[in-house]
């Protein structure tokens, strides 16, 4: 898969706020990344920086703010 140059491109707000809920609510990281996965994003590592991915298709939607980390 290729990357593109997402550094910049913001993530949009509704699936923000998704990432936000579901990481209050998750006990661990390990099972936000599972909460996640049932709507359809994944967050992948790429060279140090957290990138907010669907699943399906491996689309980039951008880079996961680090206060929601």
Not at 15 to 44: H, P, Q
Request: aromatic share 6%.
């Amino acid at each position: 898969m290729a990357h593109a140059d997402i550094s910049e491109k913001p993530i949009d707000a509704s699936i923000l706020d998704i990432l936000t809920r579901e990481r209050t609510m998750a006990l661990s990281v390990r099972e936000w990344k599972f909460r996640l996965a049932g709507y359809g994003y994944a967050i992948n590592d790429v060279k140090g920086t957290q990138i907010v991915t669907t699943v399906p298709h491996g689309i980039e939607l951008g880079v996961l703010p680090a206060q929601v980390a």
